[in-house]
């Protein structure tokens, strides 16, 4: 699908593609993900490069946990998911700060700008709060020009530092979703 | 309950019997836990103290990150129903090195024994099958549990076993319960660095 027919929320950016060449360049090598829009481009860039192992998931608190284990056996995973998954991840995030595991979420925003459907908002409101009563830092990516290496930088913190960071990406930055 | 019934202590000890030295082991919270610690603590065992529903998942992506290594999930069946969707994410994934034995006692029984899905319809070896896994074998006596122990490590995964034991009440054996002293010494027995 090209960039002049794709929904904003699916479409390719070159600042997609940098926030896979930060994760691939910061060692990860497991990509664990709840499906979403706006990780359509991260989510195809990763199943086709031959060093990237996907998981997809059922459910988001499934990837908190398998990233975990990841880390166990040394390796680097990132979680990808949408606002309304967070509220699922809420008490697996216990074993992240019971065990100090590493942890490295790349959230993107419903729910927050041009939102049309109202089931999206309680979730997109509660977002922060819940991630940091739950001991996980908090960074937000409003510019494309910013991401790459807002997420470079989450990375070293979540893997140099053994913390939890959830990346949350602007819904204005993801784009409109298309109802149509 | 029958005599005949097989413990679950007896069980994983049948299970872990000539236990490969690169095998490594995810306990489920509670009775698994303590069970897998009293056949015998080990720096390839990590004990999971909460995050219920997410013992399998744990083992997958240690599973992915290790594939040199067998990796055995032990947990029981409140655990395993809780995440029953990660049946599905690991039948997607494929693990050949991924095995999960569920201590199914067809009860709650850290929280006042109240009968569990197993005892009222769920089949966790056919849920298995259904989404993919490789093979799935259930053990009724300590002979079959044994026999099932070389299985572990031969890479035909991903696999579910599901071990029938009763459900009396056993003495509890504490595992250390600091995360991040387990989380340490489980990559230091896999050469990994702390941070």
Not at chain 1, 21 to 28: E, F, H, P, Q
Request: proline share 5%.
């Amino acid at each position: 699908m090209s960039d002049a027919t794709a929904p904003a929320d699916t479409s390719t950016a070159a600042w997609k593609d940098a926030v896979f060449a930060a994760l691939k360049g910061t060692g990860v090598t497991i990509v664990n993900y709840v499906p979403d829009a706006g990780h359509a481009r991260l989510i195809s860039l990763a199943e086709a490069d031959p060093e990237i192992t996907t998981v997809v998931l059922t459910t988001e608190e499934e990837g908190v946990a398998a990233s975990a284990g990841a880390w166990l056996g040394g390796a680097r995973a990132v979680l990808l998911m949408q606002s309304s998954g967070v509220g699922n991840c809420i008490n697996m995030l216990s074993l992240v700060e019971a065990c100090r595991f590493p942890m490295l979420m790349l959230v993107t925003m419903r729910g927050e700008w041009a939102e049309f459907n109202p089931w999206q908002v309680p979730m997109s409101r509660a977002t922060e709060t819940v991630l940091a009563a739950m001991g996980v830092r908090v960074v937000r990516v409003e510019r494309a020009e910013e991401a790459a290496e807002v997420v470079s930088a989450a990375a070293d913190l979540a893997y140099g530092s053994e913390q939890a960071v959830a990346v949350l990406f602007a819904q204005r930055l993801i784009g409109r979703k298309v109802w149509k | 309950m029958s005599a005949t019934v097989m413990q679950r202590r007896p069980a994983v000890r049948a299970l872990l019997a000539d236990r490969p030295a690169d095998l490594l082991v995810i306990a489920g919270l509670g009775t698994p836990a303590y069970d897998l610690f009293d056949a015998g603590d080990h720096d390839g065992n990590f004990y999971l103290w909460g995050a219920m529903g997410g013992a399998a998942m744990v083992g997958l992506g240690l599973a992915l990150a290790r594939p040199a290594n067998p990796v055995l999930v032990l947990t029981g069946d409140g655990e395993a129903l809780m995440g029953l969707g990660a049946l599905a994410t690991i039948g997607a994934r494929k693990p050949s090195n991924l095995s999960i034995a569920v201590l199914d006692n067809g009860h709650f029984g850290e929280t006042g024994m109240q009968r569990s899905h197993t005892s009222l319809g769920t089949d966790l070896t056919a849920v298995a099958a259904a989404c993919g896994f490789a093979w799935t074998a259930t053990a009724a006596t300590v002979e079959e549990a044994r026999a099932l122990a070389p299985r572990l490590a031969d890479r035909s995964g991903p696999a579910l076993i599901r071990l029938v034991v009763g459900a009396e009440p056993l003495p509890k054996t504490l595992p250390p319960r600091d995360g991040a002293y387990l989380k340490t010494r489980f990559r230091a027995n896999l050469g990994l660095a702390p941070a």
